[in-house]
């Protein structure tokens, strides 16, 4: 168990609708990732987040929304889906933004968009 | 074309072998990620690192900055290793993720 928890663990929704995965970050860490896995893509990364401000962007889409709040849990807002959004979100935690810091991933939702 | 490359893509070992996964990349790069996926789908981080050789139990992670290489062993393989191992090379603020090797030990 990494200490990481993310919700829900599955989520089965249709096109056009909105969304939002929620992570809760070990204990005392400051930063949060957020990754999507999908078949065709395999591992991205999403966005990162410290300490409340974002920290790092990589290949979000602007349908795609994160925020991290006081108590430092992050959601992952995902808007107007696509079949394509279809994928396993993971979020990880470490204890900096430094880049040398080991991340700690949560078990991951897996999204199915019909 | 990928900026993180991984071979091979699937290795089959015989319990107690030992293996070997390379990663090389052609972006400049400050740190590297190795990740471990199991067959449930769990991300486990099994090393970060920027320079030389970390040492974890039965795996050995090696970086050549200059040669944009790296090299993941796992001694004395045991068929729980068999998992999917991802490469991960960051560069500034971003990730760039190899496609993963997956591995399957047989008893």
């Known amino acids: 168990d990494s200490g990481v928890t993310q919700t829900p663990k599955h989520l089965i929704t249709a096109t056009g609708q909105r969304v939002t995965l929620r992570c809760s970050p070990r204990s005392g860490d400051l930063s949060v990732y957020w990754y999507q896995q999908s078949l065709d893509q395999g591992l991205q990364f999403l966005i990162q987040?410290?300490?409340?401000?974002?920290?790092a962007k990589g290949n979000i889409l602007e349908r795609f929304s994160a925020q991290q709040f006081p108590d430092l849990h992050s959601e992952l807002n995902l808007s107007s889906l696509e079949l394509g959004d279809s994928a396993l979100y993971f979020c990880?935690?470490?204890?900096?933004?430094?880049?040398?810091?080991?991340?700690?991933f949560g078990p991951g939702t897996r999204l199915t968009v019909l | 074309k990928n900026e993180v490359e991984q071979s091979p893509q699937n290795l089959t070992a015989q319990e107690g072998e030992f293996i070997t996964i390379n990663c090389s990349y052609s972006?400049?790069?400050?740190?590297l990620h190795w990740l471990q996926q199991h067959p449930g789908g769990g991300i486990v981080s099994l090393f970060m690192?920027?320079?030389g050789k970390k040492k974890h139990g039965r795996l050995i992670a090696t970086i050549n900055i200059q040669e944009k290489h790296s090299s993941l062993h796992i001694t004395a393989s045991h068929p729980r290793d068999s998992a999917v191992y991802i490469c991960?090379?960051?560069?500034?603020?971003?990730?760039?993720f190899g496609t993963g090797t997956s591995l399957t030990v047989i008893p």
């Open positions: 690192l920027s320079s």
């Open positions: 987040y410290y300490n409340g401000e974002e920290r």
């Open positions: 972006v400049g790069i400050s740190a």
């Open positions: 991960a090379g960051k560069t500034g603020n971003q990730f760039y």
């Open positions: 990880a935690s470490s204890a900096e933004g430094r880049i040398y810091n080991e991340q700690f």
